[in-house]
């Protein structure tokens, strides 16, 4: 068909492009990280002609210099819910049903907002999902940590639960490839994983290797 067309032409530039890339990229990388105070220097004198700037570790273009601070910005205040995340999760770490919690969305990724909820993915034991999930949100409701529509800022949403035999999410990709799902999986932090769920996790997801190959 001619989407079909359209579709693997725009995939061979991608791929094209992408090769290119690495071809340029690699002997550069490789040049800076054998001679890395050559590349701080670079780096020094690219902020003193005003090329770039630099601001709170980060460096960036002038005209994007917005970017910078919400980069900053958001590393503060991820650091900030996930100490409130542990704070919570050290409550539901007790529930006998729950065996791994991971922080998700944008706390995990780096990029919340002050408004910003902190997002949970619970892995359950099999067969006690519902129970578990009743007692999740039985108990952050208690702690008058649970998130609602009109009450979002640092409060506690498990927004995703998962069995423990049934970790794999191929199955609710809404696109292809749904590359909102895969950062979602790879840049999820596990906070309680007393039996390296975690791992599991990532590896019944391997299918995010086709788009994020060195994602782990």
Excluded at 66 to 87: D, F, I
Excluded at 108 to 134: E, K, N, Q, Y
Excluded at 184 to 210: C, G, R, S
Aim: with cysteine.
């Amino acid at each position: 068909s001619k989407y079909g067309h359209a579709k693997n032409n725009l995939l061979r530039g991608f791929a094209l492009a992408a090769l290119t890339a690495i071809i340029v990229a690699l002997p550069i990388g490789w040049y800076f990280w054998r001679n890395q105070s050559d590349f701080l220097a670079v780096l020094d004198a690219g902020v003193a002609a005003g090329t770039w700037e630099y601001r709170d570790g980060y460096y960036g273009l002038p005209a994007r210099l917005s970017v910078l601070t919400k980069r900053s910005q958001g590393t503060r205040l991820a650091a900030q819910k996930l100490a409130l995340a542990r704070q919570a999760i050290r409550w539901l770490s007790w529930i006998p049903g729950v065996r791994a919690i991971f922080v998700t969305n944008t706390v995990a990724s780096g990029w919340p907002t002050p408004t910003s909820d902190i997002d949970l993915c619970v892995v359950t034991r099999h067969g006690f999902l519902w129970l578990t999930r009743f007692c999740v949100l039985a108990t952050l409701e208690f702690l008058g940590v649970r998130t609602h529509v009109d009450d979002t800022t640092d409060k506690v949403c498990p927004c995703f639960f998962l069995s423990d035999t049934s970790l794999s999410l191929e199955a609710v990709t809404v696109t292809e490839p749904d590359i909102y799902l895969t950062y979602w999986i790879l840049q999820t932090i596990p906070v309680y994983d007393p039996e390296n769920i975690h791992e599991q996790f990532l590896d019944a997801n391997k299918w995010t290797n086709m788009y994020v190959p060195n994602g782990r």
